[in-house]
């Protein structure tokens, strides 16, 4: 079982930045596509970012595109979201997330194993 500890959360100003990072522990994640999720107060959780096995392909949600970037780290085993041009809109409490095929997808059901999560709250 593989274990996901996020980090990097916590409190900026709008238009700001952040990275996050998910390490993992107990098994290598290098086979598997990892992605990025967040949860608002009173709102489900939703996709962010998703990244394929080999670091190539990755896909965002739109509201992100251009702001947010998933990248990953094989020897060292980590995954990364750099949060560029941050809006009070994107405060919600990050997950990351181990898919289980090697090709990142939008759901949620489709990863086995999640973080705890980090707070990101940006203010206006």
């Known amino acids: 079982q593989v274990q996901l500890v996020e980090s990097g959360g916590g409190l900026v100003q709008a238009g700001g930045s952040l990275r996050l990072s998910c390490a993992a522990s107990?098994?290598?994640?290098?086979?598997?596509?990892m992605g990025w999720f967040r949860q608002a107060p009173e709102k489900e959780r939703e996709f962010v970012a998703a990244?394929?096995?080999?670091?190539?392909?990755?896909s965002y949600t739109d509201s992100v595109k251009g702001r947010f970037t998933i990248s990953r780290d094989t020897a060292t085993n980590t995954v990364s979201l750099q949060m560029n041009s941050l809006v009070p809109e994107d405060t919600a409490v990050y997950y990351c997330?181990?898919?289980?095929?090697?090709?990142?997808?939008?759901?949620?059901?489709?990863?086995?194993?999640w973080g705890q999560g980090t707070q990101v709250t940006v203010s206006s």
């Open positions: 997330a181990q898919n289980r095929a090697s090709y990142g997808s939008s759901r949620a059901a489709d990863y086995d194993n």
């Open positions: 107990g098994r290598t994640l290098s086979s598997y596509a």
């Open positions: 990244i394929s096995w080999s670091g190539i392909s990755a």
